[in-house]
């Protein structure tokens, strides 16, 4: 069994929580770039920025949630303050997809793709997610009832609630 996958207990003293030989508190801020994943607070944020400060010594580290309580939420740690683990890639459990025709893998490729952003050097249209439903004729006779009145009245608004923010 590799130093990776063994369980907390069996590991020798020397190997810190990172999973790496000889690593302190102080060192494991190299380990940290934009896009990896870190533990601070029990919780798992990807990095998004990191501000090194002090010679490397201490950082701010920006990062946006991924565990299921601060999902898509934005935070910012400082290393003196939060004690800031990156999670160790060598300790990644894989697991074979079971699913019929791998429809497991598929969604989690798919909603990965949708969540990255199109490149700013494509100029084509993009079609987002209000535009995946169906397009029915019964959809449309709202908007030609209203442009038929003699004073149409439509709201445009960029909020879904329809209520402009003050």
Do not use: Y
Not at 6 to 15: G, H, K, L
Not at 58 to 82: K, P, Q, Y
Not at 99 to 112: P, Q
Not at 138 to 153: D, K, L, N, S, V
């Amino acid at each position: 069994m590799s130093v990776g996958s063994q369980p907390e207990q069996d590991r020798p003293a020397e190997v810190g929580a990172t999973g790496v030989q000889g690593v302190g508190p102080g060192a494991r801020l190299d380990l940290i770039a934009p896009g990896s994943r870190v533990i601070v607070r029990d919780l798992e944020w990807q990095v998004i920025d990191i501000e090194r400060q002090a010679f490397n010594t201490r950082a701010i580290v920006r990062c946006v949630g991924r565990s299921e309580l601060v999902r898509d939420r934005r935070a910012a740690f400082h290393s003196e303050l939060d004690d800031i683990e990156p999670e160790d890639p060598t300790r990644t459990r894989f697991r074979l997809d079971v699913s019929a025709n791998g429809i497991e893998t598929r969604l989690v490729l798919e909603s990965l793709l949708r969540r990255t952003p199109p490149p700013i050097s494509k100029t084509s249209l993009s079609v987002g997610q209000a535009m995946l439903a169906d397009d029915l004729p019964f959809q449309r006779e709202p908007f030609r009832a209203a442009t038929a009145q003699m004073q149409p009245r439509l709201l445009v608004s960029p909020t879904p609630s329809g209520s402009a923010r003050r």
